[in-house]
């Protein structure tokens, strides 16, 4: 269940990413992956370029909507969290301020500013992945069944999703 949260918000946000299992890194590697230059005339195969910037507030945002997804869903199921882990938002957020430290980047004023801005994003995030969840939980739990048998691949996440 935990797996089809974290598909369906990354699907339904329009990440580039497939995580069954998001992760800190590689949230922060989407986010600057994406700050990446623009393709010139003659790169007309960099997919990198052609990507969104992640790299504002709505961007962050989105990342940590589907950080936070799989903790929503297992919050909404069980006292008790045994699969996701809610501290790789913040381990998120802890990286890319690192990386902002050490250069001059269009996250400085996508970042919160302090711990209680922070936590405001976390726990703004973790409200808005709950709402998503129950506001889709027929398409979330068709994608749960299709998971559980263990051979689903991506293809099969996206026909599920857009019910093919």
Do not use: H
């Amino acid at each position: 269940q935990c797996e089809a949260a974290a598909v369906f918000a990354a699907y339904s946000l329009g990440l580039p990413c497939f995580a069954f299992q998001p992760n800190a890194l590689e949230g922060a590697a989407l986010v600057l992956e994406s700050m990446g230059d623009k393709p010139n005339d003659n790169d007309q195969f960099n997919l990198q370029g052609a990507m969104d910037s992640l790299a504002s507030d709505a961007g962050l945002l989105k990342v940590l909507i589907w950080l936070m997804a799989p903790v929503a869903m297992e919050l909404s199921k069980y006292p008790q969290l045994m699969a996701s882990e809610p501290r790789e938002a913040f381990g998120f957020l802890e990286r890319l301020a690192n990386k902002s430290q050490y250069e001059q980047s269009a996250l400085e004023g996508a970042l919160p500013v302090d711990s209680e801005e922070t936590d405001a994003y976390l726990r703004w995030a973790l409200a808005e992945a709950d709402l998503l969840l129950r506001n889709n939980a027929m398409a979330v739990d068709e994608l749960s069944e299709a998971l559980a048998g263990g051979a689903a691949t991506v293809g099969d996440c996206v026909a599920v999703l857009e019910e093919w």
